[in-house]
Every structure is written in C-alpha cells, then in structure tokens.
C-alpha cells in the first residue's frame, strides 16, 4: 500500500499552505484517513482526521479554526488546507490511512512543513 503526501515547504507565519495525501490502498477498506505531525523531540499529534465519506471530521485543539480537512473517496485523496500558520506548526506532516479493524493503518513517509515568524 503507498501512501504518499506533497505539498509542504517553507511559508511566513501567517500564511498558508495546501497539503494532499494519496493513497493506492483500495476505498471500500478505508474508514478513514487523517493527518499527524511530529516536531523534533516531540510526540506525534493528531492534526486531523476525516471519515471517508466526508462526515466526523476532527481537529486537534491547537488547529482548530485554521486547518481545514476534506477528502475525496472517489480518488482516495485527503486535503489539508492549513491557514494562518504560526512557527509552532512547524513539523513533519504524515498522511495515516486506516483500514477498518486496523488502528495503525498505513503511513506516508511525511512532508515537511516549515513556518518562519
């Protein structure tokens, strides 16, 4: 199964960046998908995620209001819209796609996402 993201790079606090997630892991077994980050010496966190059908989506607290997640089932592709970005978004971004009766799922090898204050 691949999982592949795009769309990070390096954007001035305050502005905004588009991330995409694609997968080759087959629809009807996907409940959902999501995306995490990682910063240097932290703990992954849960940004936001999104059942396949574009219903229950959630955020982590520190997103709230500013990311948007959406996902296309027809092409088995996830958007993460991702405005008024602070330094402290700064991070490696992961796609997860999760099966259904798979809590893990799949992951993406990440796309890095630098905010400059």
């Known amino acids: 199964v691949q999982v592949v993201e795009s769309g990070g790079g390096l954007v001035q606090a305050g502005g905004s960046l588009r991330l995409t997630c694609t997968t080759s892991?087959?629809?009807?077994?996907?409940?959902?998908m999501g995306w995490y980050r990682q910063a240097p010496g932290q703990q992954r966190e849960m940004v936001a995620t999104i059942h396949k059908t574009g219903r229950d989506a959630t955020y982590g607290d520190s997103v709230k209001g500013r990311f948007t997640i959406s996902i296309n089932e027809a092409t088995a592709t996830t958007w993460l819209q991702m405005n008024s970005l602070k330094p402290e978004d700064t991070a490696l971004y992961l796609c997860?796609?999760?099966?259904?009766?798979?809590?893990?799922?799949?992951w993406g090898p990440g796309t890095q996402v630098t905010v400059s204050s």
């Open positions: 997860n796609v999760e099966p259904y009766g798979d809590d893990y799922g799949f």
């Open positions: 892991e087959n629809m009807f077994s996907i409940r959902e």
